[in-house]
């Protein structure tokens, strides 16, 4: 089997992993004095694997409409609130750029829109915007439905975790929720506000879910798959 992949050693590593980035690329976490000869026997074993993640990532990312073939997007989807963006460029003598909202659910982007890295930072942080403009308001209204309440509620831009709850009963939403299905975005607010109960992973944290949530093994095994609905450029 011919496969491109990377290596990279991490003290912090036992065994042998694998990860598949959103734009394809194939990475392979090695512990620190790991025999590199062995990893292409390793590979071959999972190539099941590997084929399998790679179908189900470019059919997730063709529902969404992702092309990593291009250095800026077209379009945004934002299946979490069913909007649906498309991103024009406007090349001009500016020596920014400039990000406008514009009717029907358009994004003009106007300046040196060469500077791609920017054009990404820029969006990334509309994204991020947008996120603090409906996920805390939608936490709420959750957390009042099922009567478990939070003490505040903030946005970041995780690179592992869709969300976490603090000790102090406040609860971190990653922005990039807003890519994914609505059920998914409900599983995880009902996740995290049954973490101001248990913080843990035990028995009751599980069954106090399943009390508010009862198709939580399923939605929580979709999760693990659900950061191939983020696109690229909001890595």
Avoid at 110 to 134: F, N, P, Y
Wanted: charged share 25%; proline share 4%.
């Amino acid at each position: 089997m011919s496969l491109d992949y990377t290596i990279r050693e991490s003290s912090k590593a036992k065994h042998i992993s694998l990860k598949m980035s959103i734009k394809g690329d194939l990475e392979v976490i090695v512990p620190k004095g790991f025999d590199r000869k062995r990893i292409p026997e390793i590979l071959q074993r999972k190539q099941h694997w590997i084929e399998r993640v790679s179908r189900r990532m470019a059919t997730q990312q063709a529902l969404v409409g992702t092309d990593v073939s291009d250095d800026r997007p077209q379009q945004i989807a934002l299946q979490a609130i069913a909007e649906n963006w498309q991103v024009e460029y406007g090349s001009t003598r500016r020596a920014d750029i400039q990000l406008v909202e514009q009717p029907n659910f358009a994004l003009m982007l106007r300046g040196d829109i060469t500077d791609s890295d920017t054009c990404k930072a820029m969006l990334q942080e509309w994204v991020a915007h947008k996120a603090r403009t409906h996920l805390p308001s939608w936490l709420r209204m959750v957390s009042q439905e099922i009567k478990l309440p939070f003490k505040k509620a903030s946005i970041r831009q995780q690179k592992t975790i869709w969300g976490s709850c603090s000790v102090r009963k406040t609860i971190s939403l990653n922005c990039k929720l807003l890519f994914l299905p609505t059920p998914l975005v409900r599983y995880v607010f009902i996740h995290e506000l049954c973490h101001t109960v248990h913080l843990n992973h035990s028995k009751d944290f599980w069954a106090l879910v399943s009390r508010h949530e009862p198709d939580y093994q399923s939605l929580d095994a979709s999760l693990r798959d659900a950061r191939y609905l983020v696109p690229w450029w909001m890595e």
